[in-house]
């Protein structure tokens, strides 16, 4: 179990440092734009807007609703689907930015943003999908790199095989 | 893990109150006013359609009330006259009511 743990967050670490930066910096910025607003906007956490009145780790009240729209499982469970997309935003945005558990939770994020652009933007034409299709882009490829050099999984797995 | 479900279910969001807010417009320099309306964001507002507001007197004073059931502490809207939205490439105007579950808001048509 504890390998398999390393295993999934030890990154790959490509040839030249300035690689590492450039796949890097699209994770960082996608990463600060989730989690100080995208996602604080409807998922309470510190730094959240003070008239949104959203407590610690509440989920927006409007959410759940356009969550349910989507139908199916989603209809069936819209506040856990709700939360959880809402968190993956906001807390998995800050964790990217630091790279930490790069692949969860650029996973959670990229599942997010595929549920984003199919079942909720999809009808609203190329232009609205856009925002969640670039992210998606830099979940992807993250979810198979890690954090590369650049994050806290690179320094806390460099030391063990 | 039902249990988690359904701990997750009512626990973790935000809490909703119900909200009544009554408006005033001033409308001052037009003439034979067809229609008056107020647009924002939250149910019963919308931002593509009017709520449609009373003449009080005509060409001068509109009223409306609607009821807003939110976790906001504030609504966001502008108000529309014969359709055309006021505070065109302006931020909304927006009504606070922080620990209120009832407030007036008064306001004179494209003045911010």
Same mark, same amino acid.
Request: glycine letters at 8%; hydrophobic letters at 45%.
């Given at each position: ?21 450039? $796949? ?26 003070? #008239? ?13 609703? #356009? ?89 806390? $797995?460099?030391?063990?095989? | 893990?039902?249990? =988690?479900? =359904? ?20 409308? %001052?320099? *037009?003439?034979? *006013? ?28 509109? *009223? =409306? %009330? ?13 108000? %529309? ?13 927006? *009504? ?11 306001? %004179?048509?494209?003045?911010?």
């Amino acid at each position: 179990m504890t390998n398999y743990f390393k295993s999934f967050t030890r990154p790959h670490v490509l040839p030249h440092w300035y690689q590492d930066l450039l $796949t890097a910096i699209p994770r960082i910025v996608c990463g600060y734009l989730l989690t100080s607003d995208f996602g604080s906007s409807k998922f309470g956490l510190p730094w959240s807007p003070a #008239d949104s009145n959203l407590h610690l780790f509440e989920v927006s009240f409007w959410f759940p609703g #356009d969550v349910a729209e989507y139908g199916g499982i989603f209809k069936m469970f819209p506040v856990f689907f709700a939360w959880m997309g809402a968190f993956s935003e906001a807390v998995g945005g800050l964790f990217i930015v630091f790279g930490f558990q790069t692949r969860l939770f650029s996973i959670l994020i990229l599942l997010t943003m595929l549920v984003a652009v199919f079942l909720q933007q999809w009808h609203n034409g190329m232009w609205s999908m856009l925002p969640a299709l670039g992210f998606a882009w830099v979940a992807m490829y993250s979810s198979v790199l890690g954090s590369g050099r650049f994050g806290i999984d690179y320094l806390i $797995t460099r030391s063990s095989k | 893990m039902f249990t =988690a479900f =359904a701990v997750l279910q009512f626990s973790c969001v935000q809490k909703t109150k119900k909200v009544i807010i009554h408006l005033k417009l001033h409308v %001052t320099g *037009i003439k034979d *006013i067809k229609s008056a309306g107020i647009r924002g964001d939250g149910k019963p507002l919308s931002w593509d359609k009017d709520l449609e507001m009373k003449p009080l007197i005509k060409d001068s004073l509109y *009223i =409306a %009330t609607f009821t807003t059931v939110t976790g906001y502490n504030f609504v966001e809207c502008k108000f %529309t006259v014969n359709g055309q939205t006021e505070l065109n490439g302006q931020p909304n105007r927006r *009504i606070n009511f922080k620990d209120r579950n009832e407030v007036n808001y008064e306001a %004179t048509f494209n003045q911010p």
